[in-house]
């Protein structure tokens, strides 16, 4: 990026952020140079099948049981996973105030780890895992460790991975399997402290997001199709008080109507290149 001349948009949003500190948006396109798989495609299609509901969760052990199978393997890649570029460049933004807020669909903990604060989590994070009976909160890490240990037969079993920490992992792998428990209450209602598909966006977080809305001066969505409802508003509501709403992402958007700049360029050197521009502004 260092090397190449800049599209005019790209230009565009530096001096846009040069004057005010923009509000971020990000989703799995953000992740994806760490490894971590996206639901969708370019062109917004989603990639094989529907992740679980919320009511197929809650109704079944047998899904239940499917669901932390296939976490059992497919967690160690979130685990593992590191911030790439475009996550450390927001924390420097944010820390030379370029940055109003950043809010994320991801799950995965990401800009955490890169040293952003203050993180509206709109999906929740995949580190932390609640029981829904008693409330208790129980680290990921932790249940990853009871899995293994009552379950070693998975071990070393080969899976293709999926987003959010799942796998595909073939049916013969269910039976017999043992999923974990609340160590206070005993229930087998744990459940990850993320929003299902079916489920809504905690009160909290969706106040949070839409008041960093009303206070921005702009919104930059970065690495998101902003498919879901959740991220489309905020898309919308900036634009219906007629503040700027720019993207960095490669292919379709539900938003592109709505957009006032888009750079179609990778996210993870768009970044480093304003980063590194705005602190020399």
């Known amino acids: ?14 001096e846009l952020m040069a004057q005010h500190p923009l509000l971020v948006l990000t989703g799995a396109g953000i992740s994806t140079p760490s490894g971590i798989p996206a639901y969708r495609d370019q062109d917004g299609v989603r990639h094989g099948k529907a992740p679980m509901m919320l009511q197929e969760f809650l109704g079944s052990a047998a899904a239940r049981r499917r669901y932390w199978a296939r976490s059992m393997i497919g967690w160690p890649k979130v685990w593992q996973a ?14 030379g105030r370029r940055i109003a807020g950043l809010i994320t669909q ?8 890169a040293g ?8 929740g994070n995949l580190h932390r895992v609640r029981c829904l009976d008693c409330g208790k909160i129980l680290r990921r890490s932790e249940i990853q460790t009871w899995l ?15 987003p959010d920490g799942d796998a595909r992992l073939a049916v013969e792998y269910l039976e017999g399997f043992r999923i974990p428990w609340c160590p206070c209450c005993g229930s087998d209602l744990l459940k990850p402290d993320v929003v299902f598909y079916g489920e809504g966006v905690p009160a909290e977080q969706t106040e949070a997001a839409s008041l960093g809305i009303e206070q921005a001066a702009a919104l930059l969505v970065v690495g998101s199709t902003v498919m ?31 957009l006032n700049l888009k750079i179609e360029r990778p996210c993870e050197q768009v970044l480093p290149w304003l980063a590194e521009r705005l602190r020399a502004a």
């Open 116 to 123: 952003s604060e203050g993180v509206i989590e709109l999906h």
């Open 228 to 258: 879901t409802y959740s991220s489309f508003r905020l898309c919308r509501s900036i634009a219906e008080q007629g503040k700027p709403l720019v993207a960095i992402n490669q292919g379709a958007m539900r938003a592109d109507a709505l």
């Open 82 to 95: 590191r911030p790439n570029a475009a996550h450390q460049a927001l924390a420097r933004l944010a820390a």
């Open 1 to 14: 990026m260092h090397t190449l001349d800049p599209p005019a948009s790209l230009l565009e949003l530096c």
């Open 148 to 162: 293994e240990e009552e379950n070693a037969y998975l071990q070393g079993v080969e899976a293709v991975l999926a």
């Open 106 to 113: 991801n799950v995965d903990g990401l800009h955490q780890q």
